[in-house]
C-alpha cells in the first residue's frame, strides 16, 4: 500500500515508509495528538485490525506479528518523532484501507464506513506507542494461549486463536503413542490449517477459515514433533508449537 495525499498541504513533507511504499507525507506541524475514543470506537478497531489486516502486518500493542506486509510500529515511528500527529497518521491509515495501491497485494476496503474509522482510530492510536493496551482495549481481542492441549481416545483438538491473531489456543500439545487425529478448527476469518512434521512425519492439513476445521491423521512415536501453520508467515509470526508424544 502507498498513500495518496494529494489532498495534503506541500508546504512542508517528510518521508514515510508506509504500508509497502515509500511516501511523501504532507502534515502541519506541531505536537503529537492523540486519537481518542470520539474519533472512533478503538476496541471495535481493535478487533477488527487483528481479524482483517494482523495476519500481514506489525502492530505491538494489538499482538500483531504477520510478516508479510510492512511494520506499521517502524513504518509511523519516524513521522511521529517529526512531529506528525496521529489524526493525520488516522487519515492516511484509512486512504489506504479504502484505496490502497493498485499494484499492491492489499484488496481495497476490507472494511468500510465507520469499522474503517474505527480501524484506522485504533492504528493512530497504537502505531509506535510504548506500552501495552489498557482497559477495555486489553480485553478486546481474548485472554491468549493457554499452554497445553492433551489428547483425548486418540484425538488431539488445537484450535487456531478464534480472533484472527497469528496463534494456536495452545501453546503445546502432549499425546500418547498411536493413531492420532488432530483438528484445528478457525472460527475467524483469517484462513488457516494445521500441519505436523519431524520423526518421518510431514502431514499438512487443508486451509480453512470461518468455522471450518483442518485435520490430519498420523501415527506418531514417541519423540518431539512440531506443528504450525503454513499459511505463508503465520508460522513465522508465532503460529507453531510442539507436540510431545510419550
Same mark, same amino acid.
Given at each position: 500500500?502507498?498513500?495518496?495525499?494529494?489532498?495534503?498541504?506541500?508546504?512542508?513533507?517528510?518521508?514515510?515508509?508506509?504500508?509497502?511504499? &515509500? =511516501? *511523501?507525507?504532507? !502534515?502541519?506541524?506541531?505536537?503529537?495528538?492523540?486519537?481518542? %475514543? +470520539?474519533?472512533?470506537?478503538?476496541?471495535? $478497531?481493535?478487533?477488527?485490525?487483528?481479524?482483517?489486516?494482523?495476519?500481514?502486518?506489525?502492530?505491538?500493542?494489538?499482538?500483531?506479528?504477520?510478516?508479510?506486509?510492512?511494520?506499521?510500529?517502524?513504518?509511523?515511528?519516524?513521522?511521529?518523532?517529526?512531529?506528525?500527529?496521529?489524526?493525520?497518521?488516522?487519515?492516511?491509515?484509512?486512504?489506504?484501507?479504502?484505496?490502497?495501491?493498485?499494484?499492491?497485494?492489499?484488496?481495497?476496503?476490507?472494511?468500510?464506513?465507520?469499522?474503517?474509522?474505527? &480501524? =484506522? *482510530?485504533?492504528? !493512530?492510536?497504537?502505531?509506535?506507542?510504548?506500552?501495552?493496551? %489498557? +482497559?477495555?482495549?486489553?480485553?478486546?481481542? $481474548?485472554?491468549?494461549?493457554?499452554?497445553?492441549?492433551?489428547?483425548?481416545?486418540?484425538?488431539?483438538?488445537?484450535?487456531?486463536?478464534?480472533?484472527?491473531?497469528?496463534?494456536?489456543?495452545?501453546?503445546?500439545?502432549?499425546?500418547?503413542?498411536?493413531?492420532?487425529?488432530?483438528?484445528?478448527?478457525?472460527?475467524?476469518?483469517?484462513?488457516?490449517?494445521?500441519?505436523?512434521?519431524?520423526?518421518?512425519?510431514?502431514?499438512?492439513?487443508?486451509?480453512?477459515?470461518?468455522?471450518?476445521?483442518?485435520?490430519?491423521?498420523?501415527?506418531?512415536?514417541?519423540?518431539?514433533?512440531?506443528?504450525?501453520?503454513?499459511?505463508?508467515?503465520?508460522?513465522?509470526?508465532?503460529?507453531?508449537?510442539?507436540?510431545?508424544?510419550?
Amino acid at each position: 500500500m502507498r498513500p495518496a495525499l494529494a489532498h495534503l498541504s506541500r508546504r512542508l513533507r517528510a518521508p514515510l515508509v508506509v504500508l509497502g511504499g &515509500v =511516501a *511523501a507525507l504532507a !502534515a502541519a506541524g506541531g505536537c503529537d495528538m492523540d486519537v481518542k %475514543e +470520539g474519533s472512533g470506537d478503538l476496541v471495535n $478497531g481493535k478487533k477488527l485490525f487483528v481479524q482483517k489486516c494482523g495476519a500481514c502486518h506489525i502492530l505491538q500493542r494489538a499482538n500483531a506479528k504477520g510478516v508479510t506486509g510492512p511494520n506499521l510500529d517502524e513504518a509511523f515511528q519516524r513521522s511521529l518523532k517529526d512531529g506528525f500527529k496521529r489524526d493525520t497518521i488516522g487519515s492516511v491509515t484509512k486512504d489506504q484501507i479504502l484505496y490502497p495501491n493498485l499494484n499492491g497485494p492489499m484488496p481495497a476496503k476490507l472494511v468500510t464506513g465507520k469499522d474503517a474509522s474505527d &480501524v =484506522a *482510530a485504533y492504528v !493512530a492510536y497504537a502505531a509506535a506507542r510504548p506500552g501495552k493496551d %489498557e +482497559g477495555a482495549l486489553a480485553t478486546a481481542i $481474548g485472554g491468549g494461549q493457554k499452554p497445553l492441549a492433551k489428547a483425548q481416545g486418540g484425538v488431539l483438538n488445537i484450535p487456531a486463536d478464534p480472533n484472527g491473531q497469528l496463534l494456536f489456543t495452545f501453546r503445546n500439545a502432549e499425546a500418547s503413542p498411536g493413531p492420532l487425529t488432530i483438528n484445528s478448527e478457525n472460527d475467524s476469518t483469517v484462513p488457516h490449517n494445521i500441519a505436523i512434521q519431524g520423526n518421518g512425519i510431514d502431514e499438512v492439513g487443508p486451509v480453512i477459515q470461518g468455522g471450518r476445521t483442518s485435520t490430519i491423521e498420523v501415527t506418531v512415536q514417541a519423540g518431539k514433533y512440531p506443528f504450525l501453520c503454513t499459511v505463508p508467515g503465520h508460522a513465522e509470526a508465532g503460529m507453531k508449537g510442539t507436540l510431545t508424544v510419550k
